[in-house]
């Protein structure tokens, strides 16, 4: 058995004086025998040595040159990656096929806003009548509005006429309903294999649309970090109580919502009067703003407040339509949704 180690030893260094002339792509193993197998488990460097043999065709030179390449390509590479950054730096892939296209203002100017696209704004109807009001009729009516107005209390003690900081807070409430009806008629329209009548798109669209007021509040109120907390709290709240109510009445859930939104009417009035005293400042329009609602280049704040309370309005009639609807006892896919209605 030595003798067959001390063999393989001096065959391996005898062939090993030319191995530093090529580099290795490929490698052959000589299997170990059943002795040396034994002998390997059990720890003997020596009786478990066997030799690799180096096998290779391609010169120094040539793989040297070889490598020479890839540097190249891969430096080419990261030019082309630093090429599909834009200018704020995100790399654009293109790997799956998926790349904005370049989109444009009217007057030619690069669209600057990734939330929403120009196709989603719109003129906002402001000749909508402002003073409608659903006298409640009904047991379920009564309780909507009673329940709306006791939720009105602790907002006007916590903000008074601090109406910026108000709509903040109200339009993180206000986009709650449509994204919670949107999704549970989604739901329904899956288990029950029926059409919608269009109700989730429409849903869903006022949604983002109060989402909307939100960004445009944001840039103009600065939230502290208290209110920031608020917002988290009310949102956890609502957030389960309105999804609880609309899957036990959704026709509840809707005039709830019709009255929130007569409520928000009023806050942005008082809004206005505020402006129109010269107590808020009429700030210009954030640039949001002006690109989503269509707006003059000279708008101010009070443009953007009359059109977000117009909005409200439109909401306003679309949910106590909807409870119409049930209160009919029919379903919401029976009547065609406002779709576009703001």
């Known amino acids: 058995m030595n003798r067959i180690a001390v063999r393989s030893v001096v065959g391996g260094l005898l062939g090993g004086r030319n191995c530093n002339r090529y580099i290795s792509t490929a490698v052959a193993v000589r299997p170990l025998d059943g002795a040396e197998f034994l002998n390997h488990r059990n720890g003997d460097v020596l009786g478990g040595f066997y030799w690799r043999r180096m096998m290779s065709t391609v010169p120094q ?20 990656d630093d090429a599909k950054k834009g200018s704020d730096g995100v790399v654009v892939s293109n790997y799956w096929g998926i790349q904005r296209p370049k989109i444009t203002r009217e007057d030619g100017s690069e669209w600057p806003w990734n939330c929403f696209m120009p196709w989603e704004t719109y003129k906002p109807d402001l000749s909508i009548d402002l003073s409608k009001h659903h006298v409640p009729k009904t047991f379920l009516d009564r309780v909507a509005y009673r329940t709306v107005k006791l939720l009105r209390i602790p907002t006007d003690v916590f903000f008074q006429r601090r109406y910026g900081c108000r709509a903040m807070m109200l339009e993180t409430v206000a986009a709650v309903p449509g994204m919670v009806g949107g999704m549970l008629l989604h739901l329904r329209s899956l288990r029950k294999f029926q059409q919608s009548g269009g109700w989730i798109k429409a849903l869903l669209e006022e949604a983002e649309n109060e989402r909307m007021h939100l960004m445009t509040m944001v840039e103009l109120v600065k939230p502290a970090w208290y209110e920031r907390l608020l917002v988290l709290a009310v949102q956890g709240v609502f957030f389960n109580a309105f ?11 809707h005039r709830v919502v019709g009255y929130l939104e007569e409520e928000a ?23 949001i703003a002006i690109d989503y609602w269509r707006l003059p280049k000279d708008s101010t704040l009070k443009d953007v407040i009359t059109v977000i309370r117009a909005d409200e309005a439109h909401h306003r009639d679309v949910n106590h339509f909807a409870s119409d609807i049930h209160f009919q006892g029919k379903e919401l896919r029976e009547a065609p949704a406002p779709v576009g209605y703001h």
């Open 243 to 253: 999804f609880v109510l609309y899957v036990v009445s959704p026709k509840l859930a």
């Open 265 to 287: 009417i009023h806050s942005y009035t008082e809004y206005l009067k505020d402006i129109d005293s010269g107590k808020i400042e009429n700030v210009p329009a954030p640039a």
């Open 61 to 80: 030179s040539a793989e040297t040159a070889s490598l020479g390449e890839k540097e190249q390509k891969e430096s080419q590479s990261s030019v082309s």
